[in-house]
């Protein structure tokens, strides 16, 4: 590891001091090092850049908290560089690295020790009269759903072609295992082990009582077609980029090829994540 990118969250206050110290730390370690400004941007032009510079790179270290996790991993999936993510937000699932902890864990990672977690995200084609008029990937998932809250959006939904029928719901929110603790279950879904490969389709507010989620293979599919409503509709991918949607679009959403790489990112701590910031118990505590 010779290179490496440092993406600092503007919006925390403790981030400019650490990127400080990091950086310092690296350059002893002979690791160059540069830098990005991440202040919540999530265009094509902001990821553009961060492409650029990661393409140069190792691997990137993130200052900041889940979002700044999730906007470094779309393009270091595809470049097939490591996420090293230093949490300075206040939930941290997918940001694991305490910023008390982060030298030792830094170290462990330039030795070869550190654990490496490969996430799947789901990419997002929307076809406009048969043309492709738009593509993005996402960590955790993708939405769609009206512009307006609350309101009914009429979606057909098909998975390899076998039509799943119409939906009628606030919306439906395709995610990814590693999504599957975030807005999806918040929405009623179920939670799945981030190791498994997984498309995981949670309605949100449905006008049914039958419509429950559904968990497909990575081999296939899914087909969403927006039919004619009276609402503004659009889809988000990791809540960081905003596309609108129009009647008759098409949004194809399958597995993306290459998978996002998470350090200091295990097994275990996922399950202690899961107890200690989710909550989670298999029974009543006392």
């Given at each position: 590891?010779?290179?490496?990118?440092?993406?600092?969250?503007?919006?925390?206050?403790e981030?400019?001091?650490?990127a400080?110290?990091?950086?310092?730390?690296?350059?002893?370690?002979?690791?160059?090092?540069s830098?990005?400004?991440?202040?919540?941007?999530?265009?094509?032009?902001a990821?553009?850049?961060?492409?650029?510079?990661?393409?140069?790179?190792?691997?990137?270290?993130?200052?900041?908290g889940?979002?700044?996790?999730?906007?470094a991993?779309?393009?270091c999936?595809?470049?097939?560089?490591?996420?090293?993510?230093?949490?300075l937000?206040?939930?941290?699932?997918?940001?694991?690295?305490?910023?008390?902890?982060?030298?030792?864990?830094?170290?462990r990672?330039?030795?070869?020790?550190?654990?490496?977690?490969?996430?799947?995200?789901?990419?997002?084609e929307?076809l406009?009269?048969?043309?492709?008029?738009?593509k993005?990937?996402a960590?955790?998932d993708?939405?769609?759903s009206?512009?307006?809250?609350?309101?009914l959006?009429?979606?057909?939904?098909?998975?390899?072609?076998?039509?799943?029928?119409?939906?009628?719901?606030?919306g439906?929110?395709?995610?990814?295992a590693?999504?599957?603790?975030a807005?999806?279950?918040?929405?009623?879904?179920?939670?799945?082990?981030p190791?498994?490969?997984?498309?995981?389709?949670?309605?949100?507010?449905?006008?049914?009582?039958?419509?429950r989620?559904?968990?497909?293979?990575?081999?296939?599919?899914?087909?969403?077609?927006?039919?004619p409503?009276?609402?503004q509709?659009?889809?988000?991918?990791d809540g960081?980029?905003?596309?609108?949607?129009e009647?008759?679009?098409?949004?194809?959403?399958?597995?993306?090829e290459?998978?996002?790489q998470?350090?200091?990112?295990?097994?275990?701590?996922?399950?202690?994540?899961?107890?200690?910031?989710?909550?989670?118990?298999g029974?009543?505590?006392?």
């Amino acid at each position: 590891m010779k290179s490496c990118l440092l993406i600092v969250n503007t919006f925390k206050k403790e981030a400019r001091a650490l990127a400080t110290s990091i950086g310092s730390f690296l350059k002893e370690q002979q690791v160059s090092v540069s830098e990005y400004a991440y202040d919540g941007t999530a265009d094509y032009v902001a990821e553009g850049k961060v492409k650029t510079l990661a393409s140069h790179s190792d691997f990137v270290v993130t200052l900041g908290g889940d979002g700044t996790v999730l906007f470094a991993s779309r393009e270091c999936a595809e470049l097939g560089i490591p996420v090293f993510p230093v949490n300075l937000g206040e939930f941290g699932f997918l940001a694991g690295v305490s910023q008390n902890a982060w030298k030792d864990e830094l170290l462990r990672f330039l030795d070869g020790k550190s654990p490496v977690s490969e996430r799947s995200l789901v990419a997002c084609e929307v076809l406009r009269g048969g043309k492709t008029v738009f593509k993005t990937t996402a960590l955790n998932d993708v939405v769609i759903s009206s512009i307006a809250a609350s309101r009914l959006v009429n979606m057909e939904v098909a998975f390899n072609h076998a039509l799943l029928g119409p939906f009628k719901a606030n919306g439906i929110i395709v995610s990814t295992a590693t999504g599957s603790t975030a807005y999806s279950a918040a929405a009623g879904g179920p939670i799945i082990d981030p190791s498994l490969d997984a498309l995981l389709l949670t309605p949100i507010s449905s006008f049914s009582l039958s419509a429950r989620p559904l968990l497909f293979s990575p081999q296939g599919e899914l087909a969403i077609t927006m039919l004619p409503s009276r609402i503004q509709t659009g889809l988000s991918a990791d809540g960081q980029i905003d596309f609108a949607l129009e009647a008759e679009d098409v949004i194809i959403l399958r597995t993306a090829e290459k998978k996002a790489q998470l350090v200091a990112s295990s097994q275990v701590q996922f399950y202690s994540a899961l107890r200690s910031k989710l909550n989670w118990a298999g029974g009543p505590r006392a």
